[in-house]
T-cell receptor, first 114, second 112 residues
Framework: RKEVEQDPGPFNVPEGATVAFNCTYS??????FFWYRQDCRKEPKLLMS???SGNEDGRFTAQLNRASQYISLLIRDSKLSDSATYLC???????????????FGRGTSLIVHP | DAGVTQSPTHLIKTRGQHVTLRCSPI?????VSWYQQVLGQGPQFIFQ???????GRGNFPDRFSARQFPNYSSELNVNALLLGDSALYLC???????????FGPGTRLLVL
């Protein structure tokens, strides 16, 4: 089983739709979680951190479920400009305990069409 | 403020050669991480440096090495290049090793 798994998609949705992505992780000791957005041939850009209590930023809501070991991203009222690849990142403390090792999922492709 | 900068933007090398990639972090950031991203995959963690010391290492062969300088900039070196090393190499900086990371535009390496 991969450490961090994402459905690669693509998710093809019309403008205005609500879409949700999940990201599962295998290491229960994972400490921190993030969602990044990556446009074609560009670098990843931070979208939001993910907290146990859940957090919202405008149309975007992120949730963490530690019991089931997954994080989710919900996008409401999709815009054409939301078309991108969404990457989840899971940080796990290293064996030596001195640092965090970040593990990215392969990303989920979202295509929003008119 | 300038973001993370990387050089060169593109590079073509042949098998067996070595390459040095450079990264300047956001001003005030002391942590630099390196990633390799191949098409269709997420970035894979190679190294993290903080205060000039290696703080984390991913599952990459010893052909990959890195260092961080007193001004917090960093170099990634890859020796004995293989075709499979062709990828986008991303650098990310943060205020500390556990802080949010911000990515540079990357260096596209093609090994022929």
């Amino acid at each position: 089983r991969k450490e961090v798994e994402q459905d690669p998609g693509p998710f093809n949705v019309p403008e205005g739709a609500t879409v949700a992505f999940n990201c599962t992780y295998s290491n229960s000791a994972s400490q921190s979680f993030f969602w990044y957005r990556q446009d074609c041939r560009k670098e990843p850009k931070l979208l939001m951190s993910v907290y146990s209590s859940g957090n919202e930023d405008g149309r975007f809501t992120a949730q963490l479920n530690r019991a089931s070991q997954y994080i989710s991203l919900l996008i409401r009222d999709s815009k054409l400009s939301d078309s991108a690849t969404y990457l989840c990142v899971v940080n796990t403390i290293s064996r030596s305990g001195g640092s965090y090792i970040p593990t990215f999922g392969r990303g989920t492709s979202l295509i929003v069409h008119p | 403020d300038a973001g993370v900068t990387q050089s060169p933007t593109h590079l073509i090398k042949t098998r067996g050669q070595h390459v040095t990639l450079r990264c300047s972090p956001i001003s005030g950031h002391k942590s630099v991480s390196w990633y390799q991203q191949v098409l269709g995959q997420g970035p894979q963690f190679i190294f993290q440096y903080y205060e000039k010391e290696e703080r984390g290492r991913g599952n990459f062969p010893d052909r990959f090495s890195a260092r961080q300088f007193p001004n917090y900039s960093s170099e990634l070196n890859v020796n004995a290049l293989l075709l499979g090393d062709s990828a986008l190499y991303l650098c990310a900086s943060g205020q500390g090793p556990q802080e949010t990371q911000y990515f540079g535009p990357g260096t596209r390496l093609l090994v022929l």
